[in-house]
């Protein structure tokens, strides 16, 4: 059981982007999956909910489900970086009662230090891990899933027992604080109009300096961001079992067919496709 999740389920992509300003338009992300991203070259910002962080090589990201996150580039510098993707179900079955693997993802708030905080040292040796795992990628032979398994429960043990020292401190930042309170706004009243206008006259600032902030802070416009949380809302509430049309009125949509379409956007497949892949 434990090998077939394995061999079925784990991705692992290292890849280069030359030039990442004049070549790439990075979009949000969200995705049903937990993800680990080493970051090993570039001029780096990464946004995941309300904060972003400036990364440095060796920098350690940790998204779980449903976290929108979105890379931005203040350089040319080629970014390179490994991510790896996997269910939760992998953690579930290298997990013992008493210790989890997904702690240094679900004891933690929604969107909140997602970086984590290792020490230069730690860093090094987690980087040969994550090197280690790349060369073995690129060969197969008989021994090759025992292998890579091993390197990544070795990682994932190294990060939880990372993430569990109450003695670190996390920082984070957003390059405008305006935008904080603006953000935590929006994911409390996904529900409601949530139009430019009513934002305006709610924190007292322009539309257009609002609109600007965030286009400076992700790359993105505010309308997009708040179409991924709208269906990353939807997503949940399809999985608890709501219909799509009840999914698409908590979230947010007045109207289903543009529910519709966005949610195809975003995810891939329509809302009823989504729920049936959940179902297999």
């Not at 949000?28 to 970051?39: A, G, K, N, P, S």
């Not at 965030?214 to 509430?237: D, N, P």
């Not at 007045?254 to 529910?259: H, I, K, V």
């Amino acid at each position: 059981m434990l090998f077939e999740t394995w061999e079925k389920s784990f991705q692992m992509k290292r890849t280069i982007t030359e030039r990442p300003l004049d070549s790439v338009k990075m979009d949000f992300h969200l995705h049903d999956d937990y993800e680990v991203f080493l970051f090993l070259s570039g001029g780096l910002r990464y946004f995941i909910e309300r904060n972003s962080y400036d990364l440095v090589p060796g920098d350690i990201l940790l998204m779980r489900p449903g976290e929108i996150h979105k890379a931005t580039f203040y350089s040319n510098e080629p970014y390179e970086r490994i991510v790896w993707n996997f269910p939760i179900e992998l953690l579930d079955q290298l997990s013992s009662e008493e210790h989890s693997l997904a702690d240094c993802y679900h004891k933690r708030p929604h969107g909140e230090k997602n970086r984590l905080n290792s020490n230069e040292d730690e860093k090094t040796v987690l980087v040969a891990l994550f090197e280690k795992m790349s060369i073995l990628n690129t060969y197969s032979n008989k021994w090759y899933s025992q292998l890579l398994l091993s390197l990544f429960l070795e990682v994932m043990v190294k990060i939880n027992c990372i993430f569990a020292d109450k003695t670190r401190h996390y920082v984070s930042h957003l390059q405008h604080r305006k935008l904080k309170p603006i953000l935590e706004y929006i994911d409390e009243n996904l529900q409601d109009n949530l139009s430019l206008g009513v934002l305006e006259k709610k924190f007292y600032i322009s539309s257009s300096y609002l609109c600007q902030i965030f286009k400076q802070t992700t790359g993105s416009t505010l309308h997009e961001y708040i179409i991924y949380k709208r269906i990353s809302r939807a997503k949940q509430l399809l999985l608890k079992g709501d219909s799509a049309a009840n999914a698409s009125f908590k979230s947010g949509f007045s109207d289903y067919s543009n529910f519709v379409r966005a949610f195809k956007k975003v995810a891939g497949c329509t809302p009823r496709e989504y729920i049936k892949q959940a179902l297999l």
